[in-house]
């Protein structure tokens, strides 16, 4: 079992930076691969950047260039980077946590909670 906990969602400005956290618990950090998800009010569970146990990281086209994924397991924490934001960002932000990597939700065994990323125009 993986409990997943994020943090450092908020409201920024459009262009503006936000650094989201994923905390997870347990010994295990290292033999799970990572997600990050976000979905808005109406929409589906939208796939945005993973990182394999090795490192290894996949964006969707809508954040590749924009948003870096990584890991931390010094802390046991994964990281998403976010830069030049835009309102359509605005989203309720998952990270997601399974064995192999994925680049669908189906694909993750344990999520957070979410935390919210509201962009203003």
């Known amino acids: 079992q993986v409990q997943l906990v994020e943090s450092g969602g908020g409201l920024v400005q459009a262009g503006g930076s936000l650094r989201l956290s994923c905390a997870t618990s347990?010994?295990?950090?290292?033999?799970?691969?990572l997600g990050w998800f976000r979905q808005a009010p109406g929409k589906e569970r939208e796939f945005l950047a993973a990182?394999?146990?090795?490192?290894?990281?996949y964006y969707a086209d809508s954040v590749k260039g924009r948003f870096t994924i990584s890991r931390d397991s010094a802390k046991n924490t994964a990281i998403l980077q976010m830069n030049s934001l835009k309102p359509e960002d605005t989203a309720v932000y998952y990270c997601a946590a399974t064995k192999i990597v994925a680049l669908t939700a189906r694909g993750y065994d344990y999520w957070g909670q979410g935390t919210q990323v509201t962009v203003s125009s």
């Open positions: 347990g010994r295990t950090f290292s033999s799970y691969a």
């Open positions: 990182i394999s146990r090795n490192g290894n990281t």
